[in-house]
T-cell receptor, first 114, second 111 residues
Framework: DADVTQTPRNRITKTGKRIMLECSQT?????MYWYRQDPGLGLRLIYY???????NKGEISDGYSVSRQAQAKFSLSLESAIPNQTALYFC?????????????FGQGTRLTVV | GQQLNQSPQSMFIQEGEDVSMNCTSS?????WLWYKQEPGEGPVLLIA?????ELTSNGRLTAQFGITRKDSFLNISASIPSDVGIYFC???????????FGPGTRLSVLP
């Protein structure tokens, strides 16, 4: 089983709809991240959380919101989806309490807004 | 915006050849990470580097933390078809800060 699980894996939604992407982890990490990936642009940070109830904006947070109600879960919402939010979305975790810090990714959610 | 540069952007090689790619920055990083992403999947961590000058191997992969702390290199020896994918570098400046990712190097291996 994956340590970082994203649901759904694929989603097609209509413009203007609200949609939520879920991420859960069994790694026991305190930090969680949401990234967006577009062709040729690499990974761009949307939001991140260093602990439960801690929420921080990344470089492209407009049009998105997040919720971190439990250490193992971090959800990303698009309040009113628009076509240019069509992308591949990744959740990631890291552990701030160890000597080394590495990010571990989920399998991704492919979102299409029509 | 992105602060890491990766080169080459893409490469086509013959099976069995060695591959070299690099990641550079104008800023110093204290951790360098190398990831591989296959189509439809999330990035998977290949190698992590924590000290300037460090050379670390993972099977046929070898990565180095540049002594200036502004670059890192990844080499793949004797490439095979399953090496196909996008290779990302990531840097972490300091504890408490966020990861910075490069745009990736797309590797294609021709049989």
């Amino acid at each position: 089983d994956a340590d970082v699980t994203q649901t759904p894996r694929n989603r097609i939604t209509k413009t203007g709809k609200r949609i939520m992407l879920e991420c859960s982890q069994t790694k026991g990490h305190d930090r969680m991240y949401w990234y967006r990936q577009d062709p040729g642009l690499g990974l761009r940070l949307i939001y991140y959380s260093f602990d439960v109830k801690d929420i921080n904006k990344g470089e492209i947070s407009d049009g998105y919101s997040v919720s971190r109600q439990a250490q193992a879960k971090f959800s990303l919402s698009l309040e009113s989806a628009i076509p240019n939010q069509t992308a591949l979305y990744f959740c990631a975790t890291s552990d701030s309490r160890g000597m080394n810090t590495e990010a571990f990714f989920g399998q991704g959610t492919r979102l299409t807004v029509v | 915006g992105q602060q890491l540069n990766q080169s080459p952007q893409s490469m086509f090689i013959q099976e069995g050849e060695d591959v070299s790619m690099n990641c550079t920055s104008s800023s110093i990083f204290n951790t360098w990470l190398w990831y591989k992403q296959e189509p439809g999947e999330g990035p998977v961590l290949l190698i992590a580097l924590y000290k300037a000058g460090e050379l670390t191997s993972n099977g046929r992969l070898t990565a180095q933390f540049g002594i200036t702390r502004k670059d890192s290199f990844l080499n793949i020896s004797a490439s095979i078809p399953s090496d196909v994918g996008i290779y990302f570098c990531a840097g972490l400046r300091n504890y408490g800060q966020n990861f910075v990712f490069g745009p990736g190097t797309r590797l294609s291996v021709l049989p």
